[in-house]
């Protein structure tokens, strides 16, 4: 009874929870360049240019390093809007609004 119990349980569970907005780097820029989360919230950027290199940072809030693949996450515990910019395309820019 108690495997039943412990299957019951761990299937009911569903999958891990994923970011709460996804950032797409491609063709050098950011797709969407703007989302909302909520205090809490994850977003992932996604790197997916070709192998061109990218940095997503925001000046003493995170940094993802520069890199050409993979992805970036970060959680935001405060509310504010956070300005962030590719240190490679200076030019490449967006935010994250964290609503409380």
């Known amino acids: 009874m108690a495997a039943v ?39 992932r950027w996604t790197f997916d240019d070709g192998g061109v290199l990218h940095h997503v940072g925001s000046d003493g809030e995170f940094d993802s390093g520069i890199t050409a693949d993979g992805s970036f996450e970060h959680t935001f515990d405060t509310p504010g809007v956070y300005e962030y910019h590719c240190s490679v395309h200076r030019y490449m820019t967006g935010t994250v609004t964290v609503t409380g």
């Open 5 to 43: 119990a412990a299957l019951a349980a761990t299937s009911c569970a569903g999958p891990p929870a994923g970011p709460d907005a996804e950032v797409v780097v491609r063709d050098v820029h950011f797709e969407p360049m703007n989302v909302t989360v909520p205090v809490g919230g994850t977003v």
